[in-house]
């Protein structure tokens, strides 16, 4: 991740005036009413993640400044200073187990936050806006899994419940906030030993993943006695959360024997990487997984370190 303090007075909050050759900061109009009324931080935060559209967003957020928040002990939005971000970017970068997109995203978020308070006139200065942070292109190279690691997920897996999962996950490529979020309403069964699960996925787009085979008859195993409201994955109080899931896919990974950092998400990358190597047309894989831009869906076609086209040539 590249991030760098900015030295540009532009960057600085307050307007810039020249007067008699040096720079002197006019003060904002103080008496310029309020364009939100929150009366504390906890409103102020709930509006801010009111403007963002999907509801896994929201939740992506509500987490990352939680921690943000945890970190600076509460402190006032108001009373938020430069040093409080380059801490909490120096706690994130020595967190061994946070990739550089996390720590990019946690940053941004709280950047986002901010720019909102600051924009509304809830807060006077925007301190978020001195520290520059760029978002990483993403390595798909270093977040997939062989068919044979995804097999001995699937093995390592010593009951139905977490063996199912570690299935769809795979064999449906949909992300963990979709999967957990379905409802037994949401299969429909074919009557044919197949059928769909009916995906409700980024800015509320629903799509239909078809299964079939083995693992469509263990969907259905798992269901006996269920009715249509109950979730596919019951967790206390509702569906199984994302937290579980994490810890449900760490266990396993050990048990397995892979020494990779896995995430549910890598379930996904190695759907997509093994369709594609198994001659899946690309709009099809991209239709499966909900990418909105096929080239999203295409750079899978390129994420094969130990494959070249040379292979293909003749060894003079």
């Not at 303090?5 to 050759?21: H, K, M, N, R, V």
């Not at 009366?39 to 990352?64: M, V």
């Not at 999967?179 to 429909?188: A, D, E, G, T, Y």
């Amino acid at each position: 991740m590249n991030g760098r303090l900015s030295q540009d007075p532009d960057d600085f909050d307050g307007e810039w005036a020249e007067i008699g050759g040096e720079l002197a900061s006019v003060e904002r109009i103080k008496d310029i009413s309020l364009l939100v009324q929150c009366a504390t931080d906890t409103e102020l935060i709930e509006l801010w993640l009111f403007t963002n559209k999907s509801k896994n967003s929201r939740d992506a957020y509500r987490r990352d400044i939680a921690y943000f928040l945890a970190f600076v002990k509460d402190k006032p939005i108001e009373l938020l200073r430069l040093g409080d971000l380059v801490n909490y970017k120096e706690a994130l970068e020595g967190a061994c187990r946070l990739s550089q997109r996390t720590v990019a995203r946690r940053l941004l978020a709280v950047k986002s936050l901010l720019t909102f308070a600051y924009d509304t006139r809830y807060i006077r200065n925007n301190v978020g806006s001195l520290l520059k942070v760029s978002m990483p292109s993403q390595d798909i190279t270093q977040h997939n899994l062989s068919e044979h690691q995804v097999l001995a997920l699937i093995e390592a897996a010593s009951n139905e419940r977490d063996r199912l999962l570690v299935r769809l996950l795979y064999f449906t490529g949909c992300r963990v906030s979709e999967l957990i979020s379905v409802r037994w309403s949401q299969v429909l069964d074919y009557g044919t030993g197949s059928g769909i699960i009916r995906v409700i996925g980024k800015g509320n787009k629903e799509r239909n993943v078809l299964l079939s085979g083995s693992i469509w008859s263990e969907l259905l195993a798992w269901r006996e006695g269920k009715s249509d409201d109950d979730w596919v994955f019951k967790g206390r109080g509702g569906h199984l959360r994302r937290g579980a899931v994490n810890r449900i896919i760490d266990q396993l990974t050990m048990k397995a024997g892979i020494k990779l950092d896995v995430s549910p998400h890598w379930l996904r990358h190695a759907h997509v990487s093994h369709a594609l190597d198994r001659g899946a047309p690309v709009h099809l894989v991209q239709a499966n997984v909900g990418h909105s831009d096929i080239r999203t869906t295409q750079m899978y076609c390129h994420a094969r370190p130990t494959e070249g086209s040379s292979q293909y040539l003749p060894d003079f």
